[in-house]
T-cell receptor, first 116, second 115 residues
């Protein structure tokens, strides 16, 4: 596709509900990142995939957060038993490995999650 | 751990004027990459400019340029001839020189352009 897409763009959940956020990376991009951006803050790293392998999940804030990328393209970030502190914008980024370490990460528009 | 600090939460500049956004960072690495990202209200994060730490020459991209002071761990962004479309949140960011490493962002500076 032309860029990274994310769905839904907005999600309102009641506390305790499970939510699933989808990311469609740029076609052919091997690497995929998830970031969490709280209101008024910069994005913070959550997890990283290379193809279907989750190589780094050190940023996931709790075991309620789970991410997968089973076929190495689309990724889903799942949050179980949502809490109010999970309210944030969730950004997805993808990049393609090239000859340089300066592979640019291209970001999607984000999913704004509000937990009531 | 690496950190990125942006001490200016908001700034304003008159259209067509020049503005400089400040950024400092902390790292024990000798090689790394620095970035400025722009996030307009639509929230799509866009790369504005990037700098490799081993390069002494400051990066430039049209109206955007940086002042990279490695010893001082300072990385400021200068926007010349400011335009209304420059209004956005600007994030300074750091990345280690490892393939596909995560980006560490500052808290951002909101830039207002006054017509």
């Amino acid at each position: 596709g032309a860029g990274v897409s994310q769905s839904p763009r907005y999600k309102v959940a009641k506390r305790g509900q499970d939510v699933a956020l989808r990311c469609d990376p740029i076609s052919g991009h091997v690497s995929l990142f998830w970031y969490q951006q709280a209101l008024g803050q910069g994005p913070e790293f959550l997890t990283y995939f290379q193809n279907e392998a989750q190589l780094d999940k050190s940023g996931l804030p709790s075991d309620r957060f789970f991410a997968e990328r089973p076929e190495g393209s689309v990724s889903t970030l799942k949050i179980q038993r949502t809490q109010q502190e999970d309210s944030a914008v969730y950004l997805c980024a993808s990049s393609s490995p090239g000859g340089s370490n300066l592979e640019t990460q291209y970001f999607g528009p984000g999913t704004r999650l509000l937990v009531l | 751990a690496q950190t990125v600090t942006q001490s200016q939460p908001e700034m304003s500049v008159q259209e067509a004027e020049t503005v400089t956004l400040s950024c400092t960072y902390d790292t024990s690495e000798s090689d790394y990459y620095l970035f400025w990202y722009k996030q307009p209200p639509s929230r799509q994060m866009i790369l504005v400019i990037r700098q490799e730490a081993y390069k002494q020459q400051n990066a430039t991209e049209n109206r955007f340029s940086v002042n990279f002071q490695k010893a001082a761990k300072s990385f400021s962004l200068k926007i010349s001839d400011s335009q209304l479309g420059d209004a956005a949140m600007y994030f300074c960011a750091y990345r280690r020189p490892l393939r596909d490493d995560k980006i560490i962002f500052g808290k951002g500076t909101r830039l207002h352009i006054l017509p």
